[in-house]
Protein backbone atom coordinates (compact mmCIF):
# COMPACT_ATOMS: atom_id res chain seq x y z
CA UNK A 1 0.00 0.00 0.00
CA UNK A 2 3.06 2.50 0.59
CA UNK A 3 4.40 1.67 -2.60
CA UNK A 4 1.35 2.20 -4.10
CA UNK A 5 0.95 5.30 -2.37
CA UNK A 6 4.53 6.27 -3.66
CA UNK A 7 3.65 5.70 -7.22
CA UNK A 8 0.42 7.70 -7.47
CA UNK A 9 2.33 10.43 -5.48
CA UNK A 10 5.43 10.51 -8.04
CA UNK A 11 2.75 10.44 -10.67
CA UNK A 12 0.95 13.04 -9.73
CA UNK A 13 4.43 15.11 -9.14
CA UNK A 14 5.32 14.16 -12.49
CA UNK A 15 1.97 14.98 -14.35
CA UNK A 16 1.87 18.39 -12.45
CA UNK A 17 6.13 19.46 -13.95
CA UNK A 18 4.81 18.35 -17.51
CA UNK A 19 1.54 20.77 -16.68
CA UNK A 20 4.00 23.38 -15.69
CA UNK A 21 6.33 23.32 -18.53
CA UNK A 22 3.97 22.71 -21.17
CA UNK A 23 1.82 26.13 -19.96
CA UNK A 24 5.00 27.96 -19.92
CA UNK A 25 6.00 27.34 -23.61
CA UNK A 26 2.55 27.82 -24.48
CA UNK A 27 2.56 31.07 -22.92
CA UNK A 28 6.35 31.77 -24.34
CA UNK A 29 4.92 31.11 -27.73
CA UNK A 30 2.36 33.29 -27.28
CA UNK A 31 4.43 36.10 -26.15
CA UNK A 32 2.82 36.10 -22.49
CA UNK A 33 5.94 35.06 -20.73
CA UNK A 34 9.50 35.28 -20.66
CA UNK A 35 12.31 33.03 -21.98
CA UNK A 36 15.35 32.77 -20.13
CA UNK A 37 17.89 32.80 -23.34
CA UNK A 38 21.03 30.35 -23.59
CA UNK A 39 24.22 32.24 -23.81
CA UNK A 40 26.10 32.78 -27.35
CA UNK A 41 28.36 30.34 -27.21
CA UNK A 42 25.95 27.03 -26.39
CA UNK A 43 23.11 28.31 -28.81
CA UNK A 44 26.30 28.38 -31.34
CA UNK A 45 27.34 24.88 -30.32
CA UNK A 46 23.88 23.68 -30.39
CA UNK A 47 23.68 25.26 -34.36
CA UNK A 48 26.83 23.13 -35.26
CA UNK A 49 25.77 19.99 -33.88
CA UNK A 50 22.33 20.34 -35.32
CA UNK A 51 24.15 21.04 -39.10
CA UNK A 52 26.17 17.97 -38.29
CA UNK A 53 23.89 15.83 -37.93
CA UNK A 54 21.99 16.85 -41.10
CA UNK A 55 24.67 16.44 -43.40
CA UNK A 56 26.24 13.61 -41.98
CA UNK A 57 23.14 11.86 -42.48
CA UNK A 58 22.66 13.19 -46.09
CA UNK A 59 26.44 12.44 -47.38
CA UNK A 60 26.00 8.40 -45.31
CA UNK A 61 22.78 8.14 -47.17
CA UNK A 62 24.28 9.31 -50.75
CA UNK A 63 27.11 7.39 -50.43
CA UNK A 64 25.08 4.22 -49.64
CA UNK A 65 23.17 4.73 -52.41
CA UNK A 66 26.69 5.34 -54.56
CA UNK A 67 27.99 2.16 -53.53
CA UNK A 68 24.34 0.04 -53.50
CA UNK A 69 22.48 1.39 -56.00
CA UNK A 70 19.75 -0.85 -55.71
CA UNK A 71 17.18 0.01 -53.25
CA UNK A 72 15.94 -3.39 -52.52
CA UNK A 73 19.48 -4.44 -52.10
CA UNK A 74 19.84 -1.90 -49.77
CA UNK A 75 16.62 -2.48 -47.69
CA UNK A 76 17.64 -5.89 -47.04
CA UNK A 77 21.14 -5.30 -45.67
CA UNK A 78 19.37 -2.77 -43.23
CA UNK A 79 17.14 -5.59 -42.10
CA UNK A 80 20.08 -8.38 -41.58
CA UNK A 81 22.25 -5.37 -40.19
CA UNK A 82 19.07 -4.78 -37.47
CA UNK A 83 18.84 -8.26 -36.94
CA UNK A 84 22.96 -8.62 -36.21
CA UNK A 85 22.87 -11.34 -38.73
CA UNK A 86 25.63 -11.69 -41.71
CA UNK A 87 23.42 -10.85 -45.37
CA UNK A 88 23.66 -13.17 -48.07
CA UNK A 89 26.67 -12.63 -50.76
CA UNK A 90 25.27 -11.74 -54.13
CA UNK A 91 26.77 -11.54 -57.52
CA UNK A 92 27.16 -7.84 -58.14
CA UNK A 93 25.73 -6.10 -61.63
CA UNK A 94 29.77 -6.74 -63.56
CA UNK A 95 30.15 -10.01 -62.03
CA UNK A 96 26.76 -10.93 -63.82
CA UNK A 97 27.66 -9.06 -66.46
CA UNK A 98 30.95 -10.97 -67.39
CA UNK A 99 29.15 -14.21 -66.76
CA UNK A 100 26.26 -13.68 -68.98
CA UNK A 101 29.75 -12.71 -71.67
CA UNK A 102 31.51 -15.54 -70.72
CA UNK A 103 28.50 -17.91 -71.52
CA UNK A 104 27.56 -16.23 -74.49
CA UNK A 105 31.80 -16.37 -75.74
CA UNK A 106 31.85 -20.08 -74.89
CA UNK A 107 28.58 -20.90 -77.00
CA UNK A 108 29.63 -18.73 -79.85
CA UNK A 109 32.87 -20.82 -79.86
CA UNK A 110 36.55 -19.57 -78.28
CA UNK A 111 38.17 -19.83 -81.41
CA UNK A 112 35.64 -17.52 -83.11
CA UNK A 113 37.00 -13.43 -83.02
CA UNK A 114 33.85 -12.64 -81.55
CA UNK A 115 33.37 -15.74 -78.98
CA UNK A 116 37.14 -15.25 -77.71
CA UNK A 117 36.81 -10.76 -77.11
CA UNK A 118 33.29 -11.67 -75.16
CA UNK A 119 35.64 -14.38 -72.84
CA UNK A 120 38.20 -11.94 -72.34
CA UNK A 121 35.99 -8.90 -71.80
CA UNK A 122 33.81 -11.27 -68.97
CA UNK A 123 36.89 -12.02 -67.09
CA UNK A 124 37.83 -8.52 -66.77
CA UNK A 125 33.99 -7.62 -65.84
CA UNK A 126 34.54 -10.18 -62.95
CA UNK A 127 37.58 -8.76 -61.64
CA UNK A 128 36.16 -5.32 -61.66
CA UNK A 129 33.46 -6.61 -59.88
CA UNK A 130 35.83 -8.34 -57.46
CA UNK A 131 37.24 -4.64 -56.76
CA UNK A 132 33.73 -3.28 -56.35
CA UNK A 133 32.88 -6.32 -53.99
CA UNK A 134 36.59 -4.92 -51.93
CA UNK A 135 35.17 -1.29 -52.56
CA UNK A 136 31.99 -1.44 -50.50
CA UNK A 137 33.39 -3.25 -48.17
CA UNK A 138 36.40 -0.58 -47.22
CA UNK A 139 33.82 1.98 -47.21
CA UNK A 140 31.17 0.39 -45.11
CA UNK A 141 33.92 -0.26 -42.61
CA UNK A 142 36.04 2.73 -42.85
CA UNK A 143 33.38 5.52 -43.85
CA UNK A 144 29.96 4.65 -43.18
CA UNK A 145 30.29 2.84 -39.85
CA UNK A 146 31.75 5.73 -38.18
CA UNK A 147 29.60 8.36 -39.73
CA UNK A 148 26.43 5.82 -38.29
CA UNK A 149 27.86 5.74 -34.63
CA UNK A 150 27.25 9.38 -34.79
CA UNK A 151 24.39 9.41 -35.20
CA UNK A 152 22.85 6.59 -33.61
CA UNK A 153 25.10 6.95 -30.42
CA UNK A 154 26.89 10.37 -30.34
CA UNK A 155 24.10 12.70 -31.56
CA UNK A 156 21.15 10.77 -29.62
CA UNK A 157 23.41 11.56 -26.03
CA UNK A 158 23.57 14.90 -27.01
CA UNK A 159 19.73 15.37 -28.24
CA UNK A 160 18.85 13.41 -25.06
CA UNK A 161 20.55 16.03 -22.86
CA UNK A 162 19.48 18.90 -24.94
CA UNK A 163 15.67 17.97 -24.41
CA UNK A 164 16.89 18.19 -20.10
CA UNK A 165 18.10 21.49 -20.80
CA UNK A 166 15.38 22.68 -22.69
CA UNK A 167 13.21 20.69 -19.79
CA UNK A 168 15.32 22.65 -17.01
CA UNK A 169 14.90 25.71 -18.74
CA UNK A 170 11.18 25.59 -18.39
CA UNK A 171 11.55 25.30 -15.09
CA UNK A 172 13.20 27.93 -14.23
CA UNK A 173 11.04 29.92 -16.36
CA UNK A 174 7.86 28.56 -14.62
CA UNK A 175 9.64 29.07 -11.17
CA UNK A 176 10.26 32.70 -11.93
CA UNK A 177 6.80 33.43 -13.54
CA UNK A 178 5.39 32.05 -9.74
CA UNK A 179 7.61 34.18 -8.37
CA UNK A 180 7.15 37.04 -10.35
CA UNK A 181 2.91 36.27 -9.58
CA UNK A 182 3.40 36.17 -5.79
CA UNK A 183 5.64 39.11 -5.52
CA UNK A 184 3.15 41.19 -7.40
CA UNK A 185 0.64 39.87 -5.02
CA UNK A 186 1.96 40.70 -1.74
CA UNK A 187 2.66 44.04 -2.99
CA UNK A 188 -0.90 44.26 -3.24
CA UNK A 189 -1.58 43.35 -0.15
CA UNK A 190 0.62 45.03 1.78
CA UNK A 191 -0.24 48.35 0.03
CA UNK A 192 -4.07 47.62 1.08
CA UNK A 193 -2.74 48.01 4.76
CA UNK A 194 -5.72 46.53 6.40
CA UNK A 195 -5.47 44.50 9.97
CA UNK A 196 -7.51 41.90 8.13
CA UNK A 197 -5.33 41.46 5.52
CA UNK A 198 -2.60 40.86 7.71
CA UNK A 199 -3.03 37.20 7.73
CA UNK A 200 -2.86 37.23 3.60
CA UNK A 201 0.28 39.68 3.47
CA UNK A 202 2.14 36.44 6.01
CA UNK A 203 0.75 33.58 3.49
CA UNK A 204 2.13 35.70 0.78
CA UNK A 205 5.34 36.62 2.03
CA UNK A 206 6.10 32.88 2.80
CA UNK A 207 5.01 31.87 -0.97
CA UNK A 208 7.48 34.70 -2.00
CA UNK A 209 9.87 32.90 0.13
CA UNK A 210 8.89 29.45 -1.31
CA UNK A 211 8.75 30.78 -5.33
CA UNK A 212 12.57 32.58 -4.04
CA UNK A 213 13.63 28.95 -3.05
CA UNK A 214 12.17 27.38 -6.23
CA UNK A 215 14.02 29.81 -8.46
CA UNK A 216 17.18 29.06 -6.61
CA UNK A 217 16.94 25.06 -6.92
CA UNK A 218 15.93 25.12 -10.57
CA UNK A 219 18.63 27.94 -11.81
CA UNK A 220 21.53 25.92 -10.24
CA UNK A 221 19.56 22.48 -12.20
CA UNK A 222 19.76 24.64 -15.41
CA UNK A 223 23.54 25.59 -15.02
CA UNK A 224 24.64 22.17 -14.12
CA UNK A 225 22.42 20.71 -17.18
CA UNK A 226 23.76 23.59 -19.40
CA UNK A 227 27.74 22.80 -18.71
CA UNK A 228 26.61 19.24 -19.17
CA UNK A 229 25.59 19.70 -22.48
CA UNK A 230 28.43 22.34 -23.16
CA UNK A 231 30.61 19.58 -22.74
CA UNK A 232 29.67 17.26 -24.96
CA UNK A 233 28.60 19.57 -27.80
CA UNK A 234 32.14 20.51 -27.19
CA UNK A 235 33.16 16.86 -28.88
CA UNK A 236 31.70 17.92 -32.07
CA UNK A 237 35.07 19.34 -33.17
CA UNK A 238 36.57 16.12 -32.49
CA UNK A 239 34.15 14.25 -34.51
CA UNK A 240 34.84 16.41 -37.36
CA UNK A 241 38.43 15.79 -37.05
CA UNK A 242 37.54 11.96 -37.07
CA UNK A 243 35.05 12.29 -39.92
CA UNK A 244 37.64 14.09 -41.96
CA UNK A 245 40.18 10.72 -41.44
CA UNK A 246 37.70 8.65 -42.67
CA UNK A 247 37.00 11.28 -45.46
CA UNK A 248 40.51 10.38 -46.71
CA UNK A 249 40.52 6.42 -46.11
CA UNK A 250 36.94 6.44 -48.56
CA UNK A 251 38.53 8.74 -51.06
CA UNK A 252 42.41 6.15 -51.08
CA UNK A 253 39.44 3.34 -51.44
CA UNK A 254 38.27 5.17 -54.07
CA UNK A 255 41.25 5.65 -55.85
CA UNK A 256 42.44 2.07 -55.44
CA UNK A 257 38.96 1.02 -56.91
CA UNK A 258 39.47 3.30 -60.09
CA UNK A 259 43.30 2.65 -60.50
CA UNK A 260 42.64 -1.40 -60.69
CA UNK A 261 39.83 -0.90 -63.07
CA UNK A 262 41.63 1.47 -65.40
CA UNK A 263 44.63 -1.01 -65.36
CA UNK A 264 42.20 -4.01 -65.61
CA UNK A 265 40.86 -2.03 -69.05
CA UNK A 266 44.42 -1.30 -70.14
CA UNK A 267 45.08 -5.08 -70.15
CA UNK A 268 41.75 -6.12 -71.87
CA UNK A 269 42.57 -2.62 -74.37
CA UNK A 270 45.76 -4.64 -74.99
CA UNK A 271 44.23 -8.67 -75.62
CA UNK A 272 41.92 -7.30 -77.71
CA UNK A 273 43.87 -5.16 -80.10
CA UNK A 274 45.86 -8.25 -80.67
CA UNK A 275 43.40 -10.53 -81.55
CA UNK A 276 40.75 -8.48 -83.85
CA UNK A 277 41.80 -8.92 -87.65
CA UNK A 278 43.12 -6.27 -89.45
CA UNK A 279 41.02 -6.30 -91.84
CA UNK A 280 37.95 -6.53 -89.75
CA UNK A 281 39.14 -3.16 -88.06
CA UNK A 282 39.29 -1.67 -91.91
CA UNK A 283 35.66 -2.51 -92.44
CA UNK A 284 34.65 -1.26 -88.93
CA UNK A 285 36.73 2.18 -89.34
CA UNK A 286 34.84 2.37 -93.21
CA UNK A 287 31.15 1.16 -92.28
CA UNK A 288 31.29 4.07 -89.22
CA UNK A 289 33.28 6.67 -90.38
CA UNK A 290 34.55 7.07 -86.88
CA UNK A 291 37.99 6.22 -85.95
CA UNK A 292 38.71 3.17 -84.12
CA UNK A 293 40.24 4.03 -80.34
CA UNK A 294 43.77 2.13 -81.52
CA UNK A 295 43.62 4.73 -84.08
CA UNK A 296 42.78 7.80 -81.37
CA UNK A 297 46.75 8.03 -80.01
CA UNK A 298 48.30 8.50 -83.46
CA UNK A 299 46.06 12.15 -83.93
CA UNK A 300 46.34 13.07 -79.70
CA UNK A 301 48.63 16.16 -79.79
CA UNK A 302 48.13 17.05 -83.77
CA UNK A 303 46.66 20.13 -84.94
CA UNK A 304 43.73 18.14 -85.97
CA UNK A 305 41.51 17.88 -82.87
CA UNK A 306 37.76 17.23 -82.67
CA UNK A 307 35.22 20.40 -82.30
CA UNK A 308 31.21 20.25 -81.82
CA UNK A 309 30.82 17.71 -83.38
CA UNK A 310 34.03 15.50 -81.46
CA UNK A 311 35.23 14.37 -84.92
CA UNK A 312 38.78 13.85 -85.39
CA UNK A 313 40.49 14.57 -89.24
CA UNK A 314 43.97 12.94 -89.76
CA UNK A 315 46.57 15.61 -90.17
CA UNK A 316 47.09 14.51 -93.94
CA UNK A 317 43.73 15.02 -95.20
CA UNK A 318 43.68 18.68 -93.22
CA UNK A 319 46.50 19.79 -95.28
CA UNK A 320 45.69 18.91 -98.14
CA UNK A 321 42.30 20.72 -98.32
CA UNK A 322 43.99 23.64 -96.36
CA UNK A 323 47.21 23.89 -98.13
CA UNK A 324 46.21 23.55 -101.70
CA UNK A 325 46.36 26.16 -104.28
CA UNK A 326 42.87 26.95 -106.04
CA UNK A 327 39.84 25.10 -105.60
CA UNK A 328 39.44 21.30 -104.49
CA UNK A 329 36.97 18.64 -104.39
CA UNK A 330 36.02 17.44 -100.60
CA UNK A 331 33.52 14.83 -99.11
CA UNK A 332 31.11 15.86 -96.36
CA UNK A 333 31.35 13.64 -93.60
CA UNK A 334 28.71 14.61 -91.20
CA UNK A 335 25.14 16.69 -91.82
CA UNK A 336 26.03 20.14 -90.72
CA UNK A 337 23.21 22.98 -90.38
CA UNK A 338 24.31 26.24 -91.22
CA UNK A 339 24.45 28.38 -88.28
CA UNK A 340 23.74 31.73 -90.64
CA UNK A 341 23.38 32.76 -94.01
CA UNK A 342 26.95 33.00 -94.42
CA UNK A 343 26.96 29.23 -93.87
CA UNK A 344 26.49 26.65 -96.16
CA UNK A 345 24.06 23.45 -94.97
CA UNK A 346 25.87 20.47 -95.55
CA UNK A 347 24.91 16.46 -96.02
CA UNK A 348 26.90 13.53 -95.41
CA UNK A 349 28.92 12.05 -97.86
CA UNK A 350 28.66 14.59 -100.79
CA UNK A 351 31.08 15.86 -102.51
CA UNK A 352 31.58 20.22 -102.77
CA UNK A 353 34.19 21.92 -104.07
CA UNK A 354 36.01 24.18 -101.72
CA UNK A 355 39.06 26.83 -101.20
CA UNK A 356 40.64 29.03 -99.35
CA UNK A 357 40.24 32.65 -98.91
CA UNK A 358 42.74 35.16 -97.65
CA UNK A 359 41.80 36.81 -94.29
CA UNK A 360 39.19 33.81 -93.89
CA UNK A 361 39.58 32.37 -90.25
CA UNK A 362 41.76 28.83 -90.83
CA UNK A 363 39.54 26.91 -89.37
CA UNK A 364 37.24 27.46 -92.04
CA UNK A 365 36.83 26.93 -96.18
CA UNK A 366 34.60 28.39 -98.85
CA UNK A 367 32.67 26.10 -99.74
CA UNK A 368 30.35 25.37 -103.26
CA UNK A 369 27.27 23.21 -104.14
CA UNK A 370 25.87 24.49 -107.33
CA UNK A 371 24.99 27.65 -107.57
CA UNK A 372 24.93 27.77 -103.87
CA UNK A 373 28.02 29.24 -101.36
CA UNK A 374 29.11 29.52 -98.31
CA UNK A 375 31.96 28.76 -95.20
CA UNK A 376 32.13 25.06 -94.51
CA UNK A 377 34.06 24.21 -91.22
CA UNK A 378 36.78 21.75 -92.69
CA UNK A 379 38.32 20.74 -88.92
CA UNK A 380 34.92 18.62 -88.29
CA UNK A 381 32.93 18.40 -91.54
CA UNK A 382 35.23 17.39 -94.49
CA UNK A 383 37.95 14.94 -95.85
CA UNK A 384 40.02 15.54 -98.87
CA UNK A 385 38.86 13.28 -101.98
CA UNK A 386 40.43 12.30 -104.81
CA UNK A 387 38.58 12.32 -107.36
Known amino acids: MNIMDFNVKKLAADAGTFLSRAVQF ?7 AEKTELDAHLENLLSKAECTKIWTEKIMKQTEVLLQPNPNARIEEFVYEKLDRKAPSRVNNPELLGQYMIDAGTEFGPGTAYGNA ?3 CGETQKRIGTAD ?5 TSALNFLTPLRNFIEGDYKTIAKERKLLQNKRLDLDAAKTRLKKAKTAETKSSQLNSARLEGDNMIWAEEVTKAEQEVRITQSEFDRQAEITRLLLEGISSTHAHHLRCLNDFVEAQMTYYAQCYQ ?4 LQKQLGSSFPSNYLCNNNHNSGTPMPSALPNVVGSSAMASTSGLVITSPNISDL ?3 SGSRKARVLYDYD ?3 STELSLLADEVITVF ?3 GMDSDWLMGERGNQKGKAYYLTSLENCHL
Not at 26 to 32: A, P, R
Not at 133 to 137: A, C, F, G, T
Request: charged letters at 30%; aromatic letters at 4%.
Open 356 to 358: SII
Open 133 to 137: RELIQ
Open 338 to 340: AAN
Open 322 to 324: KES
Open 264 to 267: YMLD
Open 118 to 120: LIK
Open 26 to 32: TEEKLGQ
